[in-house]
């Protein structure tokens, strides 16, 4: 038995409440394991065995288990009826047995020799207030993410400066062209984007700004007049509302803009400054205009880009000033959720005093946080929602791109990914291909049907799922800023992208007819003749099911070069590309149904 692959904690994913009256219990081992179980239950019941006291305990097989790149995920449910759990496990391997408590592994004998001298493990209180909980609304959003200004423009007789004409969608941009893109433009499209499916919009940062792209903020309690006023605003949220859509602003805090009223105050007065400490200043001798300050470290700022000097969100008062940003923003607004940027560089004393103000005002409001990596730090219930899941974007495109990786490898990778966080947390994910930030899906992939495909098989997991604008028509472009071009609508008009719109209006109501689609609950299916080894094709064959309801939901993508057998039970065909005859896929096709 491998002992250095086996891992458990009485606490983050390894042991945690679902709800008031669930505890998820999870334990990592290697692949030598066969069977685990789980012998748990009250810490003070007892009873008499053989006239001796005895703790009282329920043995329990483990029988759910994901199988990962290097390891076996196993996991149960239970339920405490009195709130608390003292636990261990039995792991067998083969003909060995070991009993695994938190001070190590020992035979039966050795434990039975020495029943009291073990550490078990225990959860000790399962209290509501720690509990994490998300805004149930988020789990069946599926947001849209506007660039506003490249995605429509509308009237603003206010704005006078020079714009361009609309651009067309082959036409590449750069951060200087201003095409006239605005919040009138948005809210003249929210028939559009209602007929679409869409209940959540994702504004990229709308607050006053010296750059394109408004990531460099000079004023978080103005609106750039290239995109509108406070009113207009209003309007937007107040008409989306009433669609049933929800709104998440972008919320830059990371660092401020160089024209930022502090930024500025600290250029003019340097240590003397009272604004000095809102900011991580290290010579304050550094030149007064963007240059090479930060690469030379005379100050820290985004990346290494001068003009985006970082805030120091240690500083109490900067963190008074960013919360009552935010509540202003659902005071003024009412706005339902903030997307953090640079999420992982900001204090986490700043997110949670974030999340608590943020709900003193809207107790279901959503925040989301900008974090590539690994983000189980921030998502224990008091910071954030949820982040963008990158790992899964990651896991589908590296399948469908690179073409000797199997369908065993995609299966550990998505089950990677669906156990990185609590369970509850998984199904409020940010789950997306492309974005603002990325080079567009269809551009990287190259080919029509398999961008499609990768949209089909990206919908059947848990989580908020979030289309860039223009990706529901195959928008292409480069990495930023290319990826930001004009919104296609003189084509979109003339129905040159029915087929696109129509696959993805039928993707976002599948999510929305069939529970089983957003469930945790996945399975991977292999066929003997998709390969000669099962596991080794390219056909991904996944059953959910929903486990308060019994739906079941499969679906069958094929990433590889020939057709595919439909051979599993099938009740209705609820969304199809390419599949003919009732009884094959084609390539770069799928087929998803309700099971019998």
């Not at 195959?474 to 696109?500: F, N, V």
Request: include cysteine.
């Amino acid at each position: 038995m491998n002992y250095g692959a086996v891992e458990h904690h009485a606490y983050d994913t390894y042991c945690y409440p679902v709800n008031k009256d669930e505890l998820k219990i999870n334990i990592k081992t290697g692949k030598d394991i066969t069977q685990v179980f789980l012998i748990y239950g009250d810490p003070f019941c007892t009873e008499k065995v053989d006239g001796k006291w005895k703790w009282s305990s329920t043995r329990l097989e483990l029988t759910e288990r994901a199988e990962m790149q290097s390891h076996y995920w196993w996991q149960t449910t239970v339920v405490p009826p009195f709130k608390r759990c003292k636990y261990f496990f039995e792991l067998r391997c083969g003909d060995e047995t070991k009993l695994y408590f938190e001070d190590g592994f020992f035979t039966p004998e050795e434990v039975e020799q020495n029943a009291d001298s073990h550490v078990l493990f225990i959860f000790p209180w399962m209290n509501p207030v720690d509990i994490c909980t998300h805004p149930k609304w988020a789990e069946q959003t599926v947001w849209y993410q506007i660039f506003p200004a490249r995605f429509c423009h509308g009237e603003n007789p206010a704005y006078t400066k020079e714009i361009l004409p609309w651009a067309g969608p082959d036409k590449a941009v750069d951060n200087s062209e201003q095409y006239g893109g605005n919040i009138q433009g948005i809210i003249d499209r929210l028939d559009y984007l209602e007929q679409l499916g869409i209940n959540g919009l994702y504004l990229n940062p709308i607050n006053l700004a010296t750059s394109q792209h408004k990531y460099d903020t000079t004023d978080y309690l103005e609106i750039d007049p290239e995109f509108g006023t406070k009113e207009k605003l209003c309007e937007l949220v107040k008409k989306a509302h009433s669609r049933g859509m929800r709104v998440m602003l972008d919320g830059v805090f990371n660092h401020s803009g160089w024209f930022f009223f502090a930024w500025q105050d600290v250029i003019k007065n340097r240590e003397n400054s009272k604004y000095a400490d809102w900011y991580m200043v290290n010579d304050f001798s550094f030149k007064d205009r963007p240059c090479d300050n930060s690469a030379k470290g005379k100050y820290f700022a985004f990346a290494f880009a001068d003009p985006m000097p970082k805030l120091n969100t240690n500083n109490p008062q900067v963190r008074d000033y960013i919360c009552k940003v935010c509540e202003t923003w659902v005071k003024e607004y009412d706005i339902d959720a903030i997307r953090l940027d640079v999420a992982n560089e900001i204090s986490h004393v700043l997110c949670n005093e974030l999340r608590t103000r943020m709900h003193a005002l809207k107790d279901d409001f959503f925040i989301v946080g900008e974090i590539w990596n690994h983000a189980m730090p921030w998502l224990r219930g008091d910071q954030f929602d949820s982040v963008i899941n990158y790992p899964l974007r990651t896991a589908i495109m590296d399948f469908a791109l690179i073409p000797g990786t199997t369908t065993r490898v995609l299966e550990q990778q998505i089950n990677h990914c669906l156990h990185m966080y609590y369970s509850q947390t998984e199904r409020v994910l940010l789950n997306q291909l492309d974005s603002h930030d990325t080079v567009r899906l269809v551009t990287k992939t190259g080919d029509k049907d398999l961008t499609m495909l990768q949209f089909a098989l990206l919908f059947m997991f848990p989580g908020s799922t979030c289309i860039y604008y223009g990706t529901e028509v195959l928008l292409e472009g480069e990495h930023d800023p290319d990826c930001r071009r004009c919104m296609p609508w003189d084509g979109i008009e003339a129905g040159t992208y029915k087929e696109e719109l129509s696959f993805m209006k039928g993707l976002i109501s599948l999510r929305r007819k069939h529970p089983a689609i957003t469930a945790n609950k996945t399975e991977f299916v292999y066929k003997d003749e998709d390969s000669a080894n099962a596991g080794e094709s390219r056909v991904v064959r996944i059953i959910k099911t929903d486990e308060t309801t019994g739906e079941r939901v499969a679906g069958i993508f094929n990433f590889g070069n020939k057709a595919c057998a439909a051979s599993l039970s099938q009740k209705d065909t609820v969304l199809s590309k390419r599949y003919f005859n009732g009884a094959s896929v084609e390539a770069k096709g799928f087929v998803i149904y309700t099971m019998e």
